[in-house]
């Protein structure tokens, strides 16, 4: 079972889409999938899968990425009522929210290189279970960076790890000494940790619940050390205070992208034949 049968299970259960099946039997429709607001369109793609399940077929107005305004068909959808009605719902929350997020990823963007053309917004692990890939995706379709997809695929030292291991410097020993071929992180919230880091030679020191100012003092002094680590901030930073951290940060990230942004508005409306 792929993710969108899935999807589709939890929606139709055992017995279906009981109103629909109580009301129809072969009628023919034909449906247009409209923006409600401004946005940057995402997961067109899914949703065109979604009806190819059921058993409909989707045609897309527009490519996924792309800015729309309100009033925009993104896409039309033709086959039984039945079909269309079954996968509406989940056809539109996919596409609510991921555009949401691609849409405040290239909000946040486009305020950031202003400020740093090479300034890059990435996401966080603090997903949706179950639909990290496609919150992920949406990221990377409004121009952001997934970051690591979950533990497994590159080194992320953090502040429990720390308080476990004691030191920022055993911490990073112990990772050297099994971990050769991915890339090694470490968050740190003070100065004197981050330059032991810097000292060691990690590939990326995440300055965590820095403000602007402590942050680019720490950033031009690591930077000293090792000018080819990676600067990432990440903690209480908001679409008010980004353009302050984004003159010195390689790479800001924000759980906001995904945990908490607003989704865009969708609607779905059949034109009968």
Excluded: W
Excluded at 203 to 220: C, H, P, Q, T, Y
């Amino acid at each position: 079972m792929d993710d969108v049968e899935r999807f589709l299970n939890e929606d139709l259960g055992r017995e279906g889409d009981i109103t629909s099946d109580s009301l129809f039997t072969n009628e023919t429709a034909y449906a247009e999938i409209i923006a409600k607001e401004d946005c940057v369109v995402a997961g067109l793609e899914e949703a065109k899968k979604v009806f190819e399940k059921t058993g409909a077929k989707a045609t897309l107005e527009i490519d996924d990425g792309v800015f729309v305004k309100k009033g925009t068909i993104v896409a039309k959808i033709k086959g039984p009522v039945r079909s269309i009605l079954k996968g509406e719902r989940l056809a539109l929350n996919i596409i609510c929210r991921m555009s949401g997020i691609s849409t405040e990823t290239k909000t946040l963007i486009d305020l950031c290189r202003k400020i740093n053309p090479k300034v890059k917004i990435a996401a966080t692990r603090k997903t949706t279970p179950g639909f990290r890939k496609y919150e992920k995706k949406a990221v990377i379709i409004g121009g952001g960076e997934p970051h690591r997809f979950g533990l497994y695929d590159a080194v992320l030292v953090k502040d429990n790890h720390l308080k476990v291991v004691g030191s920022v410097e055993e911490a990073i020993k112990r990772v050297k000494e099994k971990i050769k071929d991915k890339i090694i992180e470490i968050e740190v919230e003070n100065e004197k940790d981050a330059l032991i880091a810097a000292n060691m030679n990690v590939d990326i020191i995440m300055l965590d619940n820095f403000d602007a100012k402590s942050g680019m003092d720490v950033a031009k002094k690591i930077k000293k050390v090792n000018p080819n680590i990676l600067i990432e901030v990440s903690g209480g930073i908001t679409k008010e205070n980004i353009q302050d951290y984004a003159s010195f940060a390689d790479r800001i990230s924000l759980g906001c992208l995904t945990h908490s942004v607003k989704s865009k508005d969708f609607s779905l409306e059949i034109r009968i034949f």
